[in-house]
C-alpha cells in the first residue's frame, strides 16, 4: 500500500483534502509552474480537485506526446 493509500493529504499549499494521485515533480513543473507547492522533491500528492486542473492543463501535451509515440 503506498502513501495515497494511507492517506495522505495534498501537496498543494493551503489544501487539506485526502490525495487521490501521485505524480512526479517534474511533470507537474512542466505542465503547472504557477502552482505552489510545499514540497520540491520526489512525488507530489494531489487531491481530486487539482489533479483534474492538472490533466486540464496537460490535455495538450499528452496529445503531442500520443502523436509522438504513433509516428514511431
Known amino acids: ?16 483534502n485526502r490525495a487521490v ?5 517534474v511533470e507537474l513543473e512542466r505542465a503547472w509552474k504557477e502552482l505552489e507547492i510545499e514540497q520540491t522533491a520526489g512525488r507530489i500528492y ?13 490535455r495538450k501535451l ?3 506526446e500520443k502523436w509522438r ?3 514511431q
Do not use: A, F, P, Q
Open 46 to 58: 494531489l487531491c481530486e480537485r487539482h489533479y483534474k486542473e492538472y490533466k486540464k492543463r496537460t
Open 1 to 16: 500500500m503506498g502513501r495515497v493509500g494511507k492517506g495522505v493529504k495534498c501537496s498543494v499549499k493551503g489544501c487539506e
Open 69 to 71: 509515440w504513433m509516428k
Open 21 to 25: 494521485r501521485s505524480i512526479s515533480v
Open 62 to 64: 499528452r496529445k503531442i
